[in-house]
């Protein structure tokens, strides 16, 4: 008899090792299932990746930072895994090490374009998947952003306060960020067109970092004895702008636009009192909301396939309410 309930036993944990085995993909088709570990009340941890770029930029580096945050924040709710990539190749095998760990909500931050089949394969294995600032252009995804077409609204705007309706501007676009140097270079062409339509607007790429901001800039001097603003979209670029008419000695610009929040180029604000620096707030705080939804989303609640978080415009005159000696970016 003993021995038939041995048999029995080891049977019953095999098909318990087998199920459990399963249970990481069908939590992944179900809001209901949940995942095998408990939260502090009791109830099951739903499994949340997170797919982000390699550190190559301040603004990146903080989103990662901010992640965490609310992931570990969330830490009675989820289980969860970051894992970083420099490029679209990486991050698809990690999304595809994700969804064998049984991935029930993917946050997915590429930097570059090429992701849409990866995140299609998730999206037809019922993984939420929630898009976080660069659009991974798929049905079924949900998108948190910040206005980057709102940033290049505001960013004519605020030129033409300063410099008036007529002057020779420059729009720093960039084109390895896809959607975002799009939208954001839409949004100020349109305005531009509108509220300024005599302005003589030259139109160069760079990067989002000071070092091609400063060796970029450089040249555009070089090339254009007269500019009277700069559309940059990015704070880092823009640091790099600043170096660069500091070093060549102009005294012609008036104006030089940003684009995300950095603590470094707000301190440079009441600095620089020959040049109106402005930074239109991209904060990469807002991936905590990308968060919140996948959670949201697991939770069975209803959510907006679409969330766009407005910007805010910082300059010399407002600066100090947005510094924080806590930020990482």
């Not at 100020?188 to 970029?216: C, H, S, V």
């Not at 603003?229 to 000695?249: K, N, P, W």
Request: hydrophobic share 40%; net charge negative; charged share 25%.
């Amino acid at each position: 008899m003993k021995k038939f309930v041995s048999v029995i036993l080891v049977l019953t944990l095999a098909l318990a090792v087998l199920l459990t085995g399963c249970g990481g993909q069908q939590a992944t088709n179900s809001n209901e299932e949940g995942t095998p570990s408990e939260n502090s009340g009791g109830g099951e941890k739903f499994k949340v990746g997170i797919l982000a770029p390699a550190v190559t930029h301040g603004w990146v580096a903080a989103v990662a930072y901010h992640a965490e945050a609310r992931a570990k924040e969330l830490s009675d709710q989820i289980d969860y895994k970051i894992q970083t990539s420099s490029n679209a190749e990486e991050m698809t095998a990690q999304l595809d090490d994700l969804m064998t760990w049984g991935a029930q909500a993917i946050v997915a931050f590429p930097q570059w374009e090429g992701m849409e089949e990866p995140i299609k394969k998730a999206l037809d294995a019922g993984i939420k998947v929630v898009n976080f600032d660069i659009v991974i252009d798929v049905d079924g995804v949900y998108r948190v952003s910040g206005d980057n077409e709102g940033m290049g609204i505001e960013g004519a705007k605020y030129i033409a306060d300063k410099i008036g309706k007529e002057g020779t501007v420059v729009v720093l676009e960039v084109p390895t960020s896809g959607s975002v140097s799009e939208l954001r270079k839409k949004g100020f062409m349109e305005t531009a067109a509108q509220i300024a339509p005599d302005w003589n607007i030259l139109t160069y790429a760079t990067k989002f970092t000071r070092e091609d901001g400063l060796k970029d800039f450089a040249d555009i001097l070089t090339s254009n004895p007269k500019i009277d603003a700069v559309f940059s979209m990015d704070d880092e670029t823009s640091i790099g702008v600043l170096q660069a008419i500091r070093e060549a000695g102009r005294t012609d610009i008036k104006v030089i636009t940003g684009g995300g929040g950095m603590q470094e180029y707000f301190r440079m604000m009441p600095e620089n009192e020959d040049i109106w620096l402005e930074s239109a707030l991209y904060s990469p705080a807002m991936v905590k909301d990308a968060i919140d939804l996948a959670v949201k989303l697991l939770k069975g609640e209803d959510a907006p396939e679409v969330t766009i978080i407005p910007t805010t415009i910082v300059d010399r005159t407002n600066y100090k309410d947005f510094l924080d000696p806590n930020s990482p970016y």
